[in-house]
């Protein structure tokens, strides 16, 4: 008998929670595959390894991007691998619950459904993201009171006002971290002249990225191919010159974050002020992120415990109570 | 007669359609309570303990830690 399974498909990581067990699986959304014969040759961490580094025969994709499925076979097959790692085949077809964006198209939600059903599963629901993450962040939503959670992920970011079990606003955009660190790549192409990967762009993020002043004075060492030349180059890069590379998406995802307090009923908004807004997901550790929202929004902004596993936990505790909680499936609304 | 038969008809098939109502909005009623009993600390008391155990050291190993 198979145990029903949670799984968060965000564009970054895919993490799995089995029912009585907890969290069996947490991989890059990445998938590693022989251009000429089609074949899986890796997923998760081990494709992640490969990303950049391929020869020419093999290609290392992310096959969600923006919270959306670009190729919908090549997710349907990293979705049954990944399925099968946690003991999923043709004789035992779990219930599945998946969380996506609350943005996503119908069209984007069938791809998803699809996708996990001829991956293995039994039946697949969905669950939008900022309403898991509010029950993993272990928020009173139950209440009649006015939670707001922030959640920041690879590709996407939302914001969600949730009391009495249900979303009262909602504002989403298709901007996450991974556009944080394409901000990078082009600032240091444009003004270093040299190109990095996304994982190296990444790596100066998590080093030296920052969303307001941290008040420490820090650089990091780059290097790279010269676009002129085709050498290797090393340059260095500061804190505040990263600050002001990724300020676009920043100031993207703070606007989300502002119009959907303004979208809030005032009842619920005198709540914020008490209560504060949860921040969460791997975006949401950005340095400097979380007292930059507070200063421009007047309201306390606190990092959930557990930021980056939020929301397969609130959809884990989802599929727990399936038969009592499968009212907030997507399309289900009563 | 024939008349009779068909009132008595509708009269009942109203009473069904009535009795149908008052009861799938006492449903409604039930499943409102579920779902939030369901969303309460004490039901939710799982999972705030699975996170407890998550931290410090039991996350799963995954290779990109930022973005989700």
């Known amino acids: 008998m198979a145990r029903d399974l949670a799984i968060d498909l965000g564009t970054a990581n895919t993490l799995v929670y089995m029912?009585?067990?907890?969290?069996?699986?947490?991989?890059?959304?990445?998938?590693?595959?022989?251009?000429?014969?089609?074949?899986?040759?890796?997923?998760?961490?081990?494709?992640?390894?490969?990303?950049?580094?391929?020869?020419?025969?093999?290609?290392?994709?992310?096959?969600?991007?923006?919270?959306?499925?670009?190729?919908?076979?090549?997710?349907?097959?990293?979705?049954?691998?990944?399925?099968?790692?946690?003991?999923?085949?043709?004789?035992?077809?779990?219930?599945?619950?998946?969380?996506?964006?609350?943005?996503?198209?119908?069209?984007?939600?069938?791809?998803?459904?699809?996708?996990?059903?001829?991956?293995?599963?039994?039946?697949?629901?969905?669950?939008?993201?900022?309403?898991?993450?509010a029950?993993?962040?272990?928020?009173?939503?139950?209440?009649?009171?006015?939670?707001?959670?922030?959640?920041?992920?690879?590709?996407?970011?939302?914001?969600?006002?949730?009391?009495?079990?249900?979303?009262?606003a909602?504002?989403?955009?298709?901007?996450?971290?991974?556009?944080?660190?394409?901000?990078?790549?082009?600032?240091?192409?444009?003004?270093?002249?040299?190109?990095?990967?996304?994982?190296?762009?990444?790596?100066?993020?998590?080093?030296?990225?920052?969303?307001?002043?941290?008040?420490?004075?820090?650089?990091?060492?780059?290097r790279g191919r010269d676009l002129m030349s085709g050498l290797p180059k090393t340059v260095l890069l500061t804190a505040e010159e990263i600050r002001e590379a990724i300020e676009d998406p920043v100031s993207a995802i703070i606007a989300s974050v502002i119009r959907c307090l303004a979208k809030a009923p005032p009842e619920l908004s005198q709540d914020f002020l008490a209560r504060g807004m949860y921040l969460v997901g791997g975006g949401g550790l950005l340095r400097g992120l979380a007292q930059r929202i507070q200063s421009e929004t007047d309201v306390p902004v606190k990092m959930s415990n557990v930021p980056l596993e939020a929301v397969v936990l609130g959809a884990g505790h989802v599929i727990e109570h399936y038969d009592a909680l499968k009212g907030m499936f997507m399309g289900v609304r009563r | 007669m024939e008349v009779v038969l068909v009132v008595l008809i509708a009269l009942l098939l109203v009473v069904f359609a009535l009795v149908l109502r008052s009861r799938r909005s006492g449903d409604a009623v039930a499943d409102f309570r579920r779902q939030i009993d369901a969303l309460s600390p004490e039901a939710r008391r799982g999972v705030t303990d699975r996170v407890r155990r998550l931290r410090p050291d039991e996350v799963p190993e995954g290779g990109d830690d930022h973005g989700s």
């Open chain 1, 19 to 133: 029912k009585g067990r907890g969290i069996v699986l947490n991989e890059p959304s990445v998938i590693a595959l022989n251009r000429q014969t089609g074949e899986v040759l890796a997923t998760g961490s081990e494709a992640y390894q490969m990303i950049g580094r391929t020869p020419g025969y093999i290609v290392a994709v992310r096959p969600l991007r923006g919270g959306a499925i670009t190729d919908f076979e090549i997710t349907e097959r990293m979705i049954r691998l990944l399925l099968q790692r946690v003991g999923v085949s043709r004789f035992t077809r779990p219930k599945v619950v998946i969380c996506v964006p609350s943005a996503i198209t119908e069209v984007e939600r069938r791809a998803v459904t699809d996708a996990a059903r001829r991956a293995g599963a039994a039946d697949a629901n969905l669950i939008e993201q900022p309403m898991a993450a």
């Open chain 1, 170 to 222: 909602l504002e989403a955009v298709r901007v996450g971290s991974f556009d944080i660190d394409a901000a990078i790549q082009n600032h240091i192409r444009r003004e270093h002249g040299i190109a990095v990967g996304e994982r190296t762009a990444e790596d100066i993020k998590l080093a030296v990225g920052s969303a307001a002043p941290t008040g420490e004075d820090v650089t990091a060492e780059v």
């Open chain 1, 135 to 168: 029950i993993g962040a272990d928020l009173p939503i139950d209440e009649p009171v006015g939670n707001m959670v922030i959640d920041i992920g690879g590709g996407t970011s939302e914001t969600a006002v949730i009391s009495l079990g249900g979303v009262v």
